[in-house]
């Protein structure tokens, strides 16, 4: 089955810089790749995806770029803010419908 | 957009009682449903995926007569956790999908703790 793998664990920003995770997937057939944030305690949100006709999407400070020859996709976001710390979360689909998980990136945002 | 209610969000239970869990889609049909286990500090776990009328597909190592799947609608999943242990305290969230188009929405989740 397919394994998403996500790095780095933990990433710390200052407030107003660029915060990057990376995720690479192992099955290539995946065609769907979501990015989800989950604060404590509450469900994952979905922020961004990207399916694989397209190699890069951007919504307003986040954006997300896929690379299927090299089997991985990053998210990227810009002017970071407090609320921005949370955990992130990558994921993968393939025709299955079934999305594997990353392990996942606390992110923390330092006023 | 699409909502997906999730039910108890708490629940304490003692050890060898029986707890179900309630997922429904509230705006639209969902012919998958997920079911994941999520514990301190770590990623979502995919304990099984069922469809609308047939019997729930589980992951490796999750057994079946223990967590118990229902999808008997196209609006209702529920995941009955049956005689509990300590060790299945953890953070259980649905979530559900009409077709891989519209994405996937995730439940509010589901806090069991068993003493």
């Known amino acids: 089955g397919e394994n998403v793998e996500q790095h780095p664990s933990t990433l710390s920003v200052q407030e107003g810089d660029s915060a990057v995770i990376k995720c690479t997937y192992s099955?290539?057939?995946?065609?769907?790749f979501p990015w989800y944030k989950q604060e404590l305690g509450k469900r994952p949100q979905l922020i961004i995806d990207?399916?694989?006709?397209?190699g890069e999407k951007k919504d307003q400070r986040i954006a997300v770029t896929l690379n299927k020859t090299a089997k991985h996709f990053s998210l990227h976001i810009t002017e970071t803010q407090p609320e921005d710390s949370a955990v992130y979360f990558c994921?993968?689909?393939?025709?299955?419908?079934?999305?594997?998980f990353g392990k996942g990136n606390q992110v923390v945002v330092i006023p | 957009g699409a909502v997906v209610s999730q039910h108890p969000s708490r629940v304490i239970c003692k050890s060898g009682t029986s707890v179900k869990i309630e997922c429904r889609s509230l705006?639209?049909?969902?012919?998958?449903m997920f079911w994941y286990r999520q514990f301190p500090k770590q990623s979502l776990m995919l304990m099984a995926t069922?469809?609308?009328?047939?019997?729930?597909?589980?992951e490796q190592g999750v057994e079946k007569d223990k967590f118990l799947i229902n999808h008997a609608s196209l609006t209702l999943s529920t995941l009955t956790v049956t005689s509990a242990h300590p060790e299945d305290s953890s953070f259980y969230i649905c979530?559900?999908?009409?077709?891989?188009?519209?994405?996937?929405?995730f439940g509010s989740g589901t806090r069991l703790t068993v003493v």
């Open positions: 990207i399916r694989s006709n397209v």
């Open positions: 099955d290539s057939a995946s065609n769907y």
């Open positions: 994921a993968a689909s393939s025709g299955n419908n079934r999305l594997a």
């Open positions: 069922s469809n609308e009328g047939s019997k729930a597909t589980y």
């Open positions: 705006d639209f049909q969902a012919t998958t």
């Open positions: 979530s559900a999908t009409q077709d891989r188009r519209n994405g996937y929405t």
